[in-house]
């Protein structure tokens, strides 16, 4: 038999398999999650923070528009001539009563401090602004990668993850092979 003939007959050796998941995988990709949390829990943050400025703009925005149309209906009551707009600045600003009416005074409004506000432009004002607040409680990994100090860790680790992850995986040795 000629010595081809003998070598295809044996069957061919077989490569020896590593297994099935190499494990430099699993520290890439735990070297690519920590280096996009170090990249993108900031950002978020950031974006989170101008969000709630321009929610407060908003509400003092609101706020303010209604104190303004409040202000232009009174104005309206009073460039048409109402009555009773025209009967309360009377009483207010010239300490004048129609007949039959009493103006306040300190001694018949039943307030024991006898301070007591004629005025209409306390009514006109909408209530308190109330200005949204930051209902966040943020995570431990966030904390930290918004951290300046612990940050350059988290940069760290992740760079050390990625690198070992790269690395190719370990070959046996020859020795180990003809065992």
Known sequence: MPADAATLDAPAARPARGPLLDPGWLFLVAGVILLSAVILLPAQADLDEAKLYLA??????????????????????????????????????????????????????GNPSGARDASVFGALEPPSLVMPQAAKNPSLLEKWATDSRSRLWLIGAGALCLLIGLLPPARPSAAALSR
């Open 56 to 109: 407060r703009v908003h509400a003092a925005e609101a706020h303010r528009a209604e104190r303004l149309a409040n202000y232009h209906k009174y104005l309206a009551a009073v460039n048409s001539g109402d009555d009773r707009v025209i009967r309360s600045l009377a009483a207010m600003q010239l300490n004048q009563a129609p007949e039959g009416q009493e103006l306040l005074t300190p001694g018949n409004q």
